[in-house]
């Protein structure tokens, strides 16, 4: 689940014929969720944290394939080369649900406690730059020069294990960026033209890194931390 929440202000003025200025304000809201459960692994007597995947009951186990799934063919109407696969067996969950009542397994989010995991992410900024054409003796200029500060709030949840029992846990953070720029081009001639670009820019963790985990694993002189 994203949710975005964005309100900008800007403006221009335009000071002659050769400089202009733009500036504004921002306010950036961000928020994502994500949740995965899988069969609980108390199902199979096993521990929270077991993996219940590889426990098929007995009345699964027993019945035959056929019965709940099915084959799907794919037209051969673009020229398939002769000798390719048109038909694929694949689970008819209609048909599964009916036999195995599916609907009504219980699931549990601590086997998959990885994929359950939130972030939330607050930014205000400002920018302003400034633009010109203009001369620099009889070579023609222009170009633009400006910055943009941002301000970050993030709080991110995320799961670990402690005592051998996964823990949802908070982590909150706040940053701050000032990102100049610069963007110049002279031209010599009306045939050749020289670019001259400076830029300070940020970039973000991915939203699987951000939330909080990991555990660490101690055997002699071996230690394996994981995050």
Known sequence: DNTYETLQLSGEWDVSDAISI???????????????????????????TGNAEACIPASIAGTPIADYSRIISFADQWDIPNGAQLSWLI????????????DSMPLSWIPSNGNNRSDDEETRGAFL???FDTQLGSMPV????GG????????????????????QVTAERSYDDFLPSA???????PDLLLRVAAAKVMARLGL??????GNVTVSRNNRTVNS
């Open 183 to 189: 963007n110049l081009v002279f031209e010599p001639t």
């Open 22 to 48: 733009s500036g504004g304000v921002f306010q950036k809201s961000y928020t994502f969720e994500t949740t995965e459960q899988r069969r609980d692994p108390a199902s199979c007597g096993l521990a929270p």
């Open 91 to 102: 689970p008819d969950y209609q048909a599964a649900n009916a036999l195995f009542d599916l």
């Open 142 to 145: 222009r170009g633009n020069v």
């Open 148 to 167: 943009r500060y941002i301000d970050t709030d993030q709080g991110s949840t995320g799961s670990q294990i402690a005592a051998g029992a996964p823990v």
């Open 208 to 213: 699987g890194s951000l939330p909080p985990g």
């Open 129 to 131: 730059q400034v633009d």
